[in-house]
């Protein structure tokens, strides 16, 4: 059984960025995330302060607006209008979620796409879906990362994407779908109208559960062999631990260690990748800017 762990790949997408960063930096482009918050959500700040050290670390300037969570939908999308139309910004990202009462798919209308680093504006979903060069989403481009990394190719294969957000199931579904190695699968996407899900996910090869329901996938489920993507991440109660909590995904890991070819950890695997990749976004769009 392998262990799908993420930390290899990141850095490995990083040692590959750094280059390119300092390549920008000579020419007098400094590579410039924009990251905003609207309101005090905890676990987005924590987020947001991940993405700032990362990008820092890489010699790409990260910019944070803290902005308060009564800003009118308005001023909101003058700000990020603001951000598209600024030659020094190159990645704007909207952490969400945005407070009540706040129309985060308007605002995201506003980012101009080429800035798009999240890969969420409708222009970006439609150049994934037709497979022409976009913005591809973090958390499922990165997936399809540690797929190529681990060389577990999906042509032929058959794929069970559980969950259909637009940030996750959706363009995971799209990506597995695209005509290559790390594509060309049969996808089958599951949601919670699905009936029998464990019928469905015994057929795949590949099974990538992105739910939001600790530990949800039964090992019994699994097909012997399959290979297992894991992308949820959910705080369970853990008095053993400092915090009071610990930190796990969708998928019962030790049971489907069992069954399964390689598995995914939780922690250490898929949520490595995505802010990997939204760095190799952001450089990809500063390229393409200047
Ligand atoms: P979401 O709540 O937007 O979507 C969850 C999906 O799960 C829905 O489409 C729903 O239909 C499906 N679902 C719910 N109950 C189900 C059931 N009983 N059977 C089958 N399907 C069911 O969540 P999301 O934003 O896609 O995130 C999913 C998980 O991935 C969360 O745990 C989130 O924290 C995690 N996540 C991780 C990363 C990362 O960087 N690793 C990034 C984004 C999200």
């Known amino acids: 059984m392998v262990h799908l762990e993420g930390k290899s790949v990141a850095e490995a997408i990083r040692q590959n960025l750094a280059p390119r960063v300092q390549a920008l930096r000579e020419k007098g482009i400094t590579p410039c995330l924009s990251v905003t918050l609207v309101g005090e959500d905890p676990s987005s700040q924590i987020y947001v302060n991940s993405k700032d050290k990362a990008a820092k670390e890489l010699g790409i300037e990260a910019k944070t607006f803290r902005l308060s969570a009564s800003i009118s939908q308005a001023d909101l ?150 290979v297992v993507i894991d992308v949820g991440i959910n705080r369970v109660p853990d008095e053993s631990s400092p915090k009071g909590y610990r930190v796990v995904g969708d998928v019962d890991y030790e049971g489907a260690s069992q069954v399964a070819s390689a598995v995914t950890p939780v922690p250490g695997g898929v949520g490595l990748m995505t802010i990997a990749l939204l760095l190799s976004n952001t450089v990809d769009a500063a390229e393409h800017l200047s």
């Open 77 to 226: 999308e003058a700000h990020i209008q603001k951000l598209s139309a600024d030659p020094t910004i190159h990645g704007i990202l909207v952490q969400s979620p945005l407070p009540k009462g706040l129309d985060e798919a308007k605002v995201v209308d506003c980012i101009d796409p080429r800035k798009d680093v999240d890969g969420f504006h409708p222009t970006n979903v439609g150049l994934l879906s037709l497979d022409r060069p976009g913005h591809r989403p973090c958390t499922p481009w990165g997936v399809i990362q540690l797929l190529k990394h681990y060389n577990l190719p999906t042509t032929g294969k058959r794929a069970v994407v559980i969950g259909r957000s637009d940030i996750v199931g959706r363009p995971m579904a799209s990506l597995l779908l695209h005509k290559g190695a790390f594509g060309d699968a049969t996808v089958t996407v599951a949601h919670s109208r699905t009936p029998d899900l464990a019928a469905v996910v015994r057929e795949a090869d590949f099974v990538i559960a992105a739910i939001g329901k600790a530990r949800f996938v039964q090992a019994s489920w699994l097909k012997p062999g399959a």
